[in-house]
């Protein structure tokens, strides 16, 4: 009654919601977790808890993200469809002329601090939804997929300056996200 | 006058945020502790970004509530 498969099953959702996170493309993202499902039904095997599927799942659902990253290389990359070239990403903090910050940053605590909440990692996640398409995949081939800079320039056929623009802009439009719906509630 | 190694808060900032992708030149983390050992804002934007840091790596490795499977099976079915 609660079989394997079952277990499998039930975990849809949870990898769809990465995969989209990562693929920003529903088509793909649906492909990816198809594959991820019939890779693991494949060899079935037991673990204690839920934590442990999860793990391991997600394990072969990044293999199948990252081989649909690279199939897809460049409109991932999506540099010709990149609508903001012109922008500096630092306008998202403001500095004075003599290049001192307008306002000085804001304290968001000690950066140790455990912030394993659920609540938390919404905000984040939906602040991560928010990026542009290709700056969010890029962001989350660094932050979730974990390769490095070189990896992802190999994967993409992108120079090291084209990533660390677009990687750049994502950090200050997370940090701007995340100060405004995280850091900064309960003092608005 | 302007000091080899003297950087406004405006390029530490570009210095902090692209230490997250790439390795810094000697340069770039030579003036970055100079600057952090006179400036009272960056030392606020460092914390951020380590925030950051942190609050992704912990984001990346939960994988929610650690239920066993049984009673999170019978549950997920009620939808």
């Known amino acids: ?188 | 006058m302007t000091l080899p190694l003297m950087r406004t808060c405006r390029e530490v900032a570009t210095i902090l945020v692209a230490r997250e992708d790439r390795v810094l030149s000697l340069a770039d983390r030579l003036a970055l502790r100079i600057h952090m050992a006179i400036c009272d804002a960056c030392p606020r934007f460092e914390n951020q970004m380590l925030t950051m840091r942190n609050g992704l790596r912990q984001w990346r490795n939960y994988t929610g509530p650690d239920e066993s499977i049984r009673t999170t099976a019978s549950e997920e079915k009620k939808f």
Not at chain 1, 42 to 47: A, G, I, L, V
Not at chain 1, 63 to 87: F, Q
Not at chain 1, 172 to 181: M, T
């Open chain 1, 1 to 188: 009654m609660n079989s394997f498969e079952e277990q499998i099953v039930a975990l849809r959702d949870y990898l769809l919601k990465f995969a989209r996170l990562q693929l920003r493309n529903d088509a793909w993202a649906e492909d990816a977790v198809s594959d991820t499902m019939l890779a693991a039904l494949s060899k079935p095997q037991s673990f204690g808890n839920r934590s442990q599927l999860k793990t391991w799942l997600v394990g072969i659902l990044k293999h199948k993200l990252i081989d649909a990253l690279r199939h897809h290389g460049r409109e991932v990359s999506g540099l010709e469809t990149s609508s903001d070239d012109g922008e500096d990403p630092l306008d998202y903090i403001a500095f004075k002329t003599d290049g001192h910050f307008s306002e000085a940053p804001a304290d968001w605590g000690n950066p140790e601090e455990q912030l394993r909440s659920q609540q938390f990692f919404q905000v984040l996640e939906a602040c991560t939804t928010q990026l542009p398409a290709n700056q969010g995949r890029l962001f989350l081939m660094r932050e979730w997929l974990e390769l490095s800079s070189e990896e992802i320039c190999k994967e993409l056929a992108l120079t090291p300056t084209n990533l660390y623009v677009q990687l750049h802009r994502a950090r200050l439009r997370l940090r701007a996200c995340l100060e405004l719906n995280w850091f900064m509630k309960g003092s608005a």
